[in-house]
């Protein structure tokens, strides 16, 4: 039973991180009212962008990506593989949070601060390949659903197989919470990055 408890405090620990609700809390104190009575709903920095505060928006995605940074790096310190585990509970905090009965953001940003505590060349890559395909599309959605695929193949190229399938375990989950994005960039329907609305 032993064996397994840095497992469980490393999971409950990413959790509990990652299920900080950053956009939902900094838009209730700027007075930006219920992020999620507006736009999409979701609590993320894109939906935040809607509220017209870009400034606000900045600091969900940055503390959105941190809160999988620290899980990851305070659980990394007894061991690579309780990491992993953190990581995966930060996402898993940030997509279905107690809080907001089980209502929470698409991971994007938590996937990649995820991904820079495991291993920072691979956010890179994810980092780039995000923006040169949001660049060549205009749609962030299809930027952040590529770059969730190459990411996993980066690690495994870079000899990170076990971080290679706990994230493409986290991009199949991020598929899932874009599923309603999929389905409107297939109808192109998407909006595109710096169209209101």
């Known amino acids: 039973m032993t064996d397994v408890l840095p497992q469980i405090a490393s999971l409950v620990l990413g959790y509990l991180l990652g299920s900080i609700p ?7 104190f700027a007075g930006q009212g219920d992020i999620r009575s507006i736009g999409s709903g979701n609590i993320g920095a894109t939906n935040v962008l809607r509220t017209g505060r870009k400034d606000l928006a900045a600091a969900t995605l940055l503390l959105d990506g941190l809160k999988g940074t620290a899980a990851v790096l305070i659980a990394g310190r007894a061991g690579a593989d309780l990491a992993l585990i953190a990581a995966l509970g930060a996402f898993l905090g940030h997509v279905f949070p107690v809080w907001l009965r089980f209502k929470g953001g698409k991971g994007v940003a938590t996937y990649i601060g995820c991904l820079l505590g495991v291993f920072w ?7 780039v390949v995000w923006l040169a395909t949001a660049f060549a599309t205009k749609y962030s959605s299809a930027g952040a659903l590529v770059a969730s695929v190459v990411a996993p193949l980066a690690l495994w190229l870079f000899g990170q197989p076990a971080a290679a399938a706990v994230f493409a375990l986290l991009a199949a989950l991020l598929w899932w919470k874009h599923r309603e994005n999929i389905e409107r960039l297939r109808a192109g329907t998407e909006g595109k990055i710096g169209k209101k609305g």
Do not use: N, S, Y
Request: glycine share 8%; aromatic share 14%.
């Open 121 to 127: 060349p691979a956010a890179l890559v994810f980092a």
């Open 22 to 28: 950053f956009g939902l809390l900094l838009t209730k």
